[in-house]
């Protein structure tokens, strides 16, 4: 097989000069005899494989950085230091992310939540966002956009009577005798005189439907009555 040549150091006009012939075949015997004096192995190998240590640090695309300067290896690297020992990375203090957090990135130093649930899960069941549902007759909730569940108990207005009595399906007690109030120990309905014994008559205000009174009511005594 023929090679082709290379002429170098001499014009190819001028012919009463011999001529250099350098082919092919020779450059890859040469590179088979490895380095020349002139260039040492390990030149060739510092040149080829650097090493930055104790000098400076490399991230992963391979950036240099110079000691004491701040870096960030990659994209999901904390800020590190270059030291003399290589970098220093701490984890700086992080949000949070919340536990309703339905994906998480975690391509950043800090981990962040890309996607919330946009439901709730209370008691063994599902409600979506700001759907409002009661648990009991007095406690109603709703499922807010973090995820949570925030319930109230209903406010029951004050009772018109002193003996209030529950319902397996009402909320708040009810007055089933009516508005009434304490005579001492007695309970006597509201509205009118209500003699307690010969000498004492008591009376428990109300007007208009509303109870206008304390929980006891007001007593007179008057002359006894002997029989």
Not at 127 to 133: M, Q, V
Request: include cysteine; charge should be negative; proline fraction near 7%.
């Amino acid at each position: 097989m023929k090679s082709k040549s290379r002429y170098f150091g001499q014009d190819t006009h001028d012919s009463s000069r011999p001529q250099e012939v350098w082919s092919e075949q020779d450059t890859i015997n040469q590179l088979d005899e490895g380095p020349t004096g002139d260039v040492s192995l390990e030149a060739v190998d510092e040149y080829a494989y650097p090493d930055y240590r104790g000098k400076a640090c490399m991230d992963e695309n391979g950036f240099v950085f110079s000691i004491g300067e701040e870096f960030t290896p990659g994209p999901s690297a904390c800020p590190c230091l270059c030291t003399d020992e290589g970098p220093m990375c701490s984890k700086p203090e992080c949000p949070r992310v919340h536990p309703r957090c339905a994906r998480v990135d975690t391509s950043q130093c800090c981990p962040t939540c890309k996607e919330k649930k946009n439901y709730c899960e209370f008691r063994g069941r599902v409600y979506g966002t700001l759907e409002e549902f009661k648990v009991s007759s007095c406690e109603k909730c709703r499922c807010e956009p973090s995820g949570e569940v925030l319930c109230s108990v209903s406010a029951c207005p004050q009772t018109e009577c002193v003996d209030p009595e529950y319902e397996a399906d009402q909320c708040c007690p009810i007055c089933k005798t009516g508005p009434n109030c304490y005579a001492d120990t007695s309970v006597i309905p509201a509205g009118r005189e209500v003699k307690i014994d010969d000498c004492t008559i008591c009376y428990c205000t109300y007007e208009e439907g509303t109870w206008q009174i304390e929980r006891q009511a007001t007593c007179s005594k008057n002359e006894c009555q002997h029989s």
